[in-house]
């Protein structure tokens, strides 16, 4: 009988187990897909769930996943969220504002928020600003 229910809780929970959503991030033992930093920063952490697996991808910050994703075949099949720079709470980055000039882990300077605010700028704009400057600590 035990074993009965103990297959039971493994099937149970293994169709709870979300394979669309984001993953918990470990700080300071989970590592950037782009660079391999250790990310040690919540507000402006990312991630990136796609590809032929629909595995989620970590990143320490937005301009990682960015440029990480743009040399992915499978990139426009692919849910993208970023931190929220003020609680660190995920949000789906294609809605998302981002707002420039902030300190960030690889020095690409923008930090998610949920509220457009003035000078922040919508996905499709930071994604076109991050792919033409390329700027950052690691390209």
């Not at 293994?14 to 984001?22: A, F, K, L, V």
């Not at 990139?75 to 504002?97: F, P």
């Not at 928020?113 to 003035?118: A, D, I, Q, W």
Request: aromatic share 8%.
């Amino acid at each position: 009988m035990k074993l009965y229910l103990l297959s039971i809780l493994i099937v149970l929970i293994s169709c709870t187990n979300d394979q669309t959503g984001p993953i918990e991030i470990t700080l300071d033992r989970d590592k950037c897909d782009r660079c391999q930093m250790v990310i040690s920063d919540k507000h402006f952490a990312a991630q990136v769930r796609g590809g032929p697996k629909n595995k989620v991808f970590l990143f320490d910050d937005i301009g990682c996943a960015v440029n990480w994703l743009n040399k992915q075949a499978w990139a426009d099949n692919s849910k993208i969220w970023v931190a929220d720079y003020q609680t660190g709470v995920l949000l789906d980055a294609s809605v998302a504002h981002y707002i420039p000039e902030q300190i960030t882990p690889m020095n690409f300077g923008f930090g998610a928020t949920l509220k457009s605010v003035p000078k922040s700028i919508d996905f499709n704009i930071l994604k076109h600003q991050l792919l033409a400057n390329k700027h950052g600590s690691h390209n």
